[in-house]
């Protein structure tokens, strides 16, 4: 196996590159405050953190562009079909949804979404084991299976379900923007961190002066 050398140093490329990046974008500078101590002059930690936040949002801003798109557009197809109760639940190839991997997932596993949405038989495997004998309660057993399973909204909780999953707002033009402007807040911020440093040094100095 090669490995890429640099000339000068005979480092590794990958680690000069890593070196690189680290002292240019995420090393800020910072100059000497009287009343902050900051070390050595370079500030990582903060910087990461900035980043972290804006990663963290943007992966955010992603899950709630999936929970109104994609299991959005089964609550609105539950509420359509009038889907309110467990007489009038549906299965999910009734309602269309039967390839859909993320549905079936959400169902079994996502409890925000099980939150408004209900199971007809899970409901009634739960009536079982509240009525079963302590001595049966072991050899009861579920076993989940959205391909035959009926699911509904109760009433009561169909406007909850239109707010927490609405469509309106949610669109990928509305995350981009997101994007855009978190990336621009933290490149600011993290561009503007020294002088933000200097004015807390200042207040602190006015604060110890009286």
Same mark, same amino acid.
């Given at each position: 196996?090669?490995?890429?050398?640099?000339?000068?140093?005979?480092?590794?490329?990958?680690?000069?590159?890593?070196?690189?990046?680290?002292?240019?974008?995420?090393?800020?500078?910072?100059?000497?405050?009287?009343?902050?101590?900051?070390?050595?002059?370079?500030?990582?930690?903060?910087?990461?953190?900035?980043?972290? @936040?804006?990663?963290?949002?943007?992966?955010?801003?992603?899950?709630?562009?999936?929970?109104?798109?994609?299991?959005? /557009?089964?609550?609105?197809?539950?509420?359509?079909?009038?889907?309110? *109760?467990?007489?009038?639940?549906?299965?999910?190839?009734?309602?269309?949804?039967?390839?859909?991997?993320?549905?079936?997932?959400?169902?079994?596993?996502?409890?925000?979404?099980?939150?408004?949405?209900?199971?007809?038989?899970?409901?009634?495997?739960?009536?079982?084991?509240? *009525?079963?004998?302590?001595?049966? /309660?072991?050899?009861?057993?579920?076993?989940?299976?959205?391909?035959? #399973?009926?699911? #509904?909204?109760?009433?009561?909780?169909?406007?909850?379900?239109?707010?927490?999953?609405? /469509?309106?707002?949610?669109?990928?033009?509305?995350?981009?923007? @997101?994007?855009?402007?978190?990336?621009?807040?933290?490149?600011?911020?993290? #561009?503007? @961190?020294?002088? @933000?440093?200097?004015?807390?040094?200042?207040?602190?100095?006015?604060?110890?002066? #009286?």
């Amino acid at each position: 196996m090669y490995q890429l050398f640099t000339l000068e140093t005979q480092q590794p490329l990958i680690s000069e590159l890593f070196e690189y990046f680290k002292d240019r974008y995420f090393t800020v500078k910072l100059g000497r405050y009287e009343n902050i101590n900051l070390g050595d002059g370079t500030l990582i930690t903060p910087t990461m953190i900035i980043l972290g @936040l804006m990663i963290g949002i943007i992966i955010a801003g992603a899950l709630v562009l999936r929970d109104r798109g994609i299991l959005g /557009k089964f609550v609105r197809a539950l509420n359509r079909e009038q889907c309110n *109760s467990p007489e009038t639940a549906k299965t999910l190839a009734e309602l269309g949804f039967d390839r859909s991997i993320s549905i079936r997932n959400a169902l079994r596993n996502g409890k925000r979404l099980r939150s408004v949405v209900h199971c007809v038989e899970w409901e009634a495997f739960e009536a079982a084991v509240a *009525s079963a004998e302590e001595s049966e /309660k072991p050899n009861l057993s579920f076993r989940w299976d959205n391909s035959t #399973y009926h699911f #509904y909204i109760p009433a009561e909780k169909s406007i909850e379900a239109d707010v927490r999953f609405e /469509k309106e707002g949610s669109t990928w033009k509305s995350y981009v923007i @997101l994007v855009i402007v978190t990336v621009v807040l933290a490149v600011g911020i993290i #561009y503007f @961190l020294p002088d @933000l440093l200097q004015m807390l040094d200042n207040a602190i100095g006015i604060i110890k002066s #009286y």
